[in-house]
């Protein structure tokens, strides 16, 4: 069975950083481009990061780039959601997702076939 299990999320202070992990099971990670999302109460879902299979594309957008970095660790099948200065408005519901993500440097077009349960992350003061 195919599953995205995420974890490492919590309450963190702004200005403050968190690393969110997907760990994958019944299939390998590193074959497939993996996105971040997050969901915030009243609020569409939106994309926080993508990254190809192979690592040759990876984006983020403006509202993450600079603070967010996304990395797989393939001995471990995970990856890694690195979150720094984190902000107010970060705080959301975060899922990984994997295969059917077309990823560029500049664009993420996702309709995911796998995702995980989602992890809460609550950044405030």
């Known amino acids: 069975q195919l599953q995205l299990v995420e974890s490492g999320g919590g309450l963190v202070q702004p200005g403050e950083s968190m690393r969110l992990s997907c760990v994958a099971s019944?299939?390998?990670?590193?074959?497939?481009?993996i996105g971040w999302f997050r969901q915030a109460p009243g609020k569409e879902r939106e994309v926080v990061s993508c990254?190809?299979?192979?690592?040759?594309?990876?984006y983020y957008p403006s509202s993450v780039k600079g603070r967010f970095t996304v990395a797989r660790d393939n001995a471990k099948n995970t990856v890694y959601l690195q979150m720094n200065s984190l902000k107010p408005e970060d705080t959301a519901v975060y899922y990984c997702?994997?295969?059917?993500?077309?990823?560029?440097?500049?664009?993420?077009?996702?309709?995911?076939?796998?995702w995980g349960q989602g992890t809460q992350v609550t950044v405030s003061s």
């Open positions: 997702a994997a295969d059917l993500i077309l990823v560029t440097n500049y664009t993420c077009a996702a309709v995911p076939r796998y």
């Open positions: 019944g299939f390998t990670l590193d074959y497939y481009p």
């Open positions: 990254i190809s299979s192979g690592d040759s594309s990876i």
